[in-house]
């Protein structure tokens, strides 16, 4: 997760914009986490399967910094209100997934549905993002 931190820094000193350096970690990481659920549909090696899992974990945490910093940088006066909603949505989120994810599991006797749910959210996720974060409100 620093990581990504640390190269949305590196690209501002490197003389990229705010905007760019914060939606490259934002999107990438939740669109090759979604992309790497959706291959997981596909795959019957279970080693092979925790490997996509795994990857679509890290890859979805490098968006994390980008959200945090995104806060700050959308509106600077109400950075901790923004916050505060985000951590809530997330809280909330943290609550109903695994009830929705077991009910899921359970009605359709498989763990595929569960999945693309999961990475049709994610997905879903960076187009929200897309429209909603503009250039004049960060830089």
Request: hydrophobic residues 50%; charged residues 10%; without cysteine.
């Amino acid at each position: 997760m620093n990581v990504s931190g640390w190269f949305s820094d590196y690209l501002l000193k490197t003389g990229k914009s705010r905007e760019f350096s914060r939606k490259l970690m934002l999107y990438s990481g939740m669109g090759i986490s979604g992309l790497l659920l959706l291959g997981l549909v596909w795959i019957h090696d279970p080693y092979l399967a925790v490997t996509f899992l795994t990857l679509s974990a890290a890859t979805k945490a490098l968006s994390t910094p980008a959200y945090w910093a995104l806060s700050v940088d959308i509106a600077p006066r109400h950075a901790g209100i923004l916050s505060s909603i985000m951590n809530t949505s997330g809280n909330v989120a943290g609550v109903i997934a695994p009830v929705l994810t077991g009910w899921l599991v359970s009605y359709f006797s498989g763990w595929n549905q569960a999945i693309w749910v999961g990475a049709v959210v994610t997905l879903l996720g960076v187009g929200v993002a897309i429209p909603t974060i503009r250039s004049s409100e960060i830089d």
